[in-house]
T-cell receptor
Framework: GQQLNQSPQSMFIQEGEDVSMNCTSS?????WLWYKQDPGEGPVLLIA?????ELTSNGRLTAQFGITRKDSFLNISASIPSDVGIYFC??????????????FGTGTRLQVTL | DGGITQSPKYLFRKEGQNVTLSCEQN?????MYWYRQDPGQGLRLIYY???????QKGDIAEGYSVSREKKESFPLTVTSAQKNPTAFYLC???????????FGSGTRLTVV
């Protein structure tokens, strides 16, 4: 099955630095979502985007829905140690049937050093 | 509180044995999903169900089986036909809506 391309695959940053990651697709989506997975746990929804060009914030996190509907970006400002984890993007085509099934990205592993 | 519960958190299985992983949700979600995650890897879809008494194969269904007899429950059986079953298994559920999935906390299966 299709997986969305996320980059970078992994990153090591120092506490206090800003982080940027992106997700690209060969096909369009009508909803983009970003999840974070802590070690040994299930992913948790961070941000949902519903409109092309939309920019949405959740605390230190900001995400954008690309205008082509084929990409999305996530930024984390002033990183802290608890930001460690794997970040997944996900695209959704529609609301019903198989169109509501999510397509996940390959993940970006973030490690923060003090 | 509403949520999705996976049990057990850790499971050990001898080679050649079948084992069943539990997933229960009280969110009144219509759809449920099973994913497999290998170390350092992404999520791969095993099976999904959009309605009671119906389910479809995902990308890696071979060696697995599921049932959906109740809206709240979607158990996954890892059979002896699955050649490399050691992995982290995640269950998720959702409405048929653009609001994403709610995930359980996972079951780590180890074959000994």
């Amino acid at each position: 099955g299709q997986q969305l391309n996320q980059s970078p695959q992994s990153m090591f940053i120092q506490e206090g630095e800003d982080v940027s990651m992106n997700c690209t697709s060969s096909s369009i989506f009508n909803t983009w979502l970003w999840y974070k997975q802590d070690p040994g746990e299930g992913p948790v929804l961070l941000i949902a985007l519903y409109k092309a060009g939309e920019l949405t914030s959740n605390g230190r996190l900001t995400a954008q829905f690309g205008i082509t509907r084929k990409d999305s970006f996530l930024n984390i400002s002033a990183s802290i140690p608890s930001d460690v984890g794997i970040y997944f993007c996900a695209g959704q085509l529609g609301n019903t049937g198989t169109a509501s099934k999510l397509t996940f990205g390959t993940g970006t592993r973030l490690q923060v050093t003090l | 509180d509403g949520g999705i519960t996976q049990s057990p958190k850790y499971l050990f299985r001898k080679e050649g044995q079948n084992v069943t992983l539990s997933c229960e949700q009280n969110l009144n979600h219509d759809a449920m999903y099973w994913y497999r995650q290998d170390p350092g890897q992404g999520l791969r879809l095993i099976y999904y169900s959009q309605i009671v008494n119906d389910f479809q194969k995902g990308d890696i269904a071979e060696g697995y089986s599921v049932s959906r007899e109740k809206k709240e429950s979607f158990p996954l059986t890892v059979t002896s036909a699955q050649k490399n079953p050691t992995a982290f298994y995640l269950c998720a559920s959702s409405f048929h809506s653009p609001y994403g999935y709610t995930f359980g906390s996972g079951t780590r299966l180890t074959v000994v």
